[in-house]
């Protein structure tokens, strides 16, 4: 798991944490007043932060071990930020809103942790108590997976995967239910964000989205998702390929639309970290050596950060396509334009340059790839 990064944003502790202007009484907009109490936080600094663009960033700490310490501000509207303490990755979400909200912290177990004063937490709580079935499910599966993994058993590991993916499909019909039964709260927005935004159809999701309440428009979980919605409408199946610029793995600045036009061409977003992009490579290597020559080409776009990683993995795993990367991982300007959230995710464009399908592989990939070749 990458280490999260902490930036100490000046930024933020002007916009996010506003007191109140020359004059203005506190009765007017009194803001939020956090009190918290901690277990388990030792000697380290005490941070208050929010999730931006994978990282975390640092609005307000502390160094106080002196209980309770007192972070006061005031947000436009509830949002959800983190606390958390040097020296571990340990976070503790807490849905902020303006009121007095008290907060009992245990960092060595954050489910011990209790909030009060937070009416939107208290919807966050409940939602998260009827997932806790599902989530013991899921992590007793991903035992006996790995257990079948290590036994080289397939087959039990093949039965597994098909009883994860039911109970998968269980946890997805449970968010969709808490939406639908709950579109007035700032909870819902970061539910289907974090738990639907790459499971469900882009139409559906659109769908959902427009039967909120509209005080949820500002939420920034809406804010986020209708710009990402913005770019995957630009590159969803039936549109033309938007141009992707970056330097091949010889350093040399290299285009996807010099590959467009003679072949259909697999956009194949991997990384050399990456398991699955890794298990799957075997199957693109057969499809690429079997219709090469027939007209079908592959350009891989690498998430790597490490260069040597990258073109190792590339010549261990035969990867004898063309190759590109800025090494920025998830911060890839290629993953940006594709709304790329997840990997190994495909993109395939016929001859025009249209797409027309995407995170396909193994035998759908070859049969649709055969067929276009016909």
């Known amino acids: ?45 005490i941070f208050i932060s929010k999730r931006k663009n994978a990282e975390m960033i640092n609005i307000d700490s502390s160094e106080s071990k002196i209980f309770p310490i007192v972070f006061k501000g005031r947000v436009d509207v509830p949002e959800l930020l983190y606390l958390r303490i040097s020296g571990s990755n340990a976070l503790i979400p807490v849905f902020i809103e303006n009121a007095e909200i008290k907060v009992f912290a245990d960092f060595n177990d954050p489910s011990l942790t209790k909030v009060e004063g937070s009416l939107v937490h208290k919807e966050l709580e409940a939602y998260t108590s009827g997932l806790s079935s599902i989530g013991s499910e899921k992590e007793s599966l991903l035992k006996e997976y790995r257990a079948a993994e290590k036994a080289k058993d397939t087959k039990k590991a093949d039965e597994i995967v098909l009883k994860y993916e039911t109970i998968e499909r269980a946890e997805l019909d449970y968010n969709r239910n808490f939406v639908l039964q709950n579109k007035a709260s700032f909870v819902t927005p970061y539910i289907i964000r974090r738990s639907m935004f790459n499971s469900i159809e882009l139409e559906e999701l659109k769908s959902i989205i427009a039967t909120l309440d509209k005080n949820l428009a500002q939420s920034e979980f809406i804010i986020d998702m209708n710009a990402k919605i913005a770019i995957l409408e630009k590159v969803a199946v039936g549109q033309k390929f938007t141009d992707i610029v970056l330097p091949g793995a010889d350093g040399q600045e290299m285009k996807l639309s010099s590959f467009v036009g003679e072949n259909i061409v697999l956009i194949d977003f991997w990384a050399s970290w990456c398991g699955p992009c890794r298990r799957e490579n075997p199957n693109v290597v057969k499809l690429y050596q079997d219709y090469h020559a027939k007209g079908f080409d592959i350009v891989g776009v690498s998430l790597d950060t490490d260069e040597k990683g990258w073109k190792t993995a590339i010549e261990s795993d035969n990867l004898t396509w063309h190759h590109m990367s800025d090494l920025q991982g998830w911060k890839s300007k290629a993953a940006g334009l594709y709304g790329v959230n997840g990997i190994p995710h495909t993109v395939l464009l016929d001859r025009d340059g249209i797409i027309i399908a995407k995170d396909v592989r193994g035998d759908e990939l070859r049969a649709l790839v055969a067929k276009l070749l016909d």
């Open 1 to 45: 798991m990458k280490k999260t990064l902490l930036i100490l944003s000046l930024f933020f502790a002007l916009n996010f944490f506003t007191p109140p202007a020359a004059g203005q009484s506190n009765s007017i907009n009194p803001g939020f007043v956090l009190s918290l109490s901690a277990e388990n936080a030792g000697d380290e600094w």
